[in-house]
């Protein structure tokens, strides 16, 4: 009698790591790979639950940087407004004087910001109602990798995507693209580099962005304007990260 095939572990895993958006505005700002990717797990619960602590951490130090860019309570709450209203009353946060959307905007200023008038469980309270938005830094997405062993190494290595972005100015624009968990950092370095190559040439920026234009400010010859203005240029790196960190 053949012997049964041991189920194989599942080849998924999920990253936690900082969410770029259009709050960024300079090059500056944006995380790095390494400071944008924070660790890596098995499960999407233990992720979801890791990118929580994390947020929540985060907001008591540093509030939020998200903006309201909707029209009114019906944009950012499935709630009507009286019934928005009610609900901050029950817990004493205070309420913007009228309706309109400036004041909505001003009243979500001061609870966001570092000087916010309300605690850790009025917070939560209003992100309970605010199920339109998205508000927080930290999010899980997907990874595929190589298949997992048994016994997990406590780091592994994600090769991801980081990209620059033209819209008019040349934008660092993070590492968005998540592409491939290894548990080796010399496969992991190997298959970054292979990726890298594109008929022989790595697309990825030098140093100096200007480097890529003559005096006049036309492309260098042998340059691909295509990739440079509509789909930017872009370089796969390997990030270190710590693989269950709590399990």
Same mark, same amino acid.
């Given at each position: 009698?053949?012997?049964?095939?041991?189920? /194989?572990? #599942? =080849? %998924?895993?999920?990253?936690?790591?900082?969410?770029?958006?259009? &709050?960024?505005?300079?090059?500056?700002?944006? !995380?790095?790979?390494?400071?944008?990717?924070?660790?890596?797990?098995?499960?999407?619960?233990?992720?979801?639950?890791?990118?929580?602590?994390?947020?929540?951490?985060?907001?008591?130090?540093?509030?939020?940087?998200?903006?309201?860019?909707?029209?009114?309570?019906?944009?950012?709450?499935?709630?009507?407004?009286?019934?928005?209203?009610?609900?901050?009353?029950?817990?004493?946060? /205070?309420? #913007? =004087? %009228?309706?309109?959307?400036?004041?909505?905007?001003?009243?979500? &200023?001061?609870?966001?910001?570092?000087?916010? !008038?309300?605690?850790?469980?009025?917070?939560?309270?209003?992100?309970?109602?605010?199920?339109?938005?998205?508000?927080?830094?930290?999010?899980?997405?997907?990874?595929?990798?190589?298949?997992?062993?048994?016994?997990?190494?406590?780091?592994?290595?994600?090769?991801?995507?980081?990209?620059?972005?033209?819209?008019?100015?040349?934008?660092?624009?993070?590492?968005?693209?998540?592409?491939?968990?290894?548990?080796?950092?010399?496969?992991?370095?190997?298959?970054?580099?292979?990726?890298?190559?594109?008929?022989?040439?790595?697309?990825?920026?030098?140093?100096?962005?200007?480097?890529?234009?003559?005096?006049t400010g036309?492309?260098?010859?042998?340059?691909?304007?295509?990739?440079?203005?509509?789909?930017?240029?872009?370089?796969?790196?390997?990030?270190e990260l710590?693989?269950?960190?709590?399990?």
């Amino acid at each position: 009698m053949a012997k049964k095939k041991k189920p /194989e572990v #599942p =080849a %998924n895993a999920y990253v936690v790591r900082g969410e770029i958006d259009e &709050s960024y505005y300079s090059e500056e700002e944006v !995380p790095k790979p390494s400071e944008q990717y924070c660790s890596v797990f098995t499960t999407e619960v233990e992720a979801l639950a890791e990118a929580e602590k994390l947020n929540q951490a985060d907001w008591l130090v540093n509030g939020t940087n998200r903006g309201l860019f909707c029209q009114g309570v019906e944009g950012f709450s499935t709630m009507p407004e009286p019934v928005f209203r009610d609900w901050l009353e029950d817990v004493g946060i /205070e309420l #913007p =004087a %009228n309706s309109e959307h400036a004041s909505w905007q001003s009243w979500w &200023s001061r609870m966001r910001g570092t000087d916010r !008038p309300i605690n850790r469980e009025q917070f939560l309270h209003i992100l309970e109602a605010m199920n339109r938005v998205d508000i927080w830094f930290y999010e899980v997405v997907p990874i595929d990798s190589q298949k997992l062993p048994k016994k997990l190494p406590k780091v592994g290595y994600a090769i991801v995507m980081q990209k620059w972005q033209n819209g008019g100015d040349d934008c660092y624009y993070g590492a968005n693209y998540p592409a491939m968990l290894c548990m080796s950092q010399q496969k992991a370095q190997e298959l970054c580099d292979q990726w890298n190559l594109n008929d022989g040439e790595i697309k990825h920026p030098p140093a100096d962005l200007s480097e890529l234009e003559d005096e006049t400010g036309e492309p260098l010859p042998g340059y691909n304007e295509d990739d440079y203005w509509w789909g930017g240029l872009y370089e796969y790196v390997v990030v270190e990260l710590p693989i269950n960190p709590e399990a």
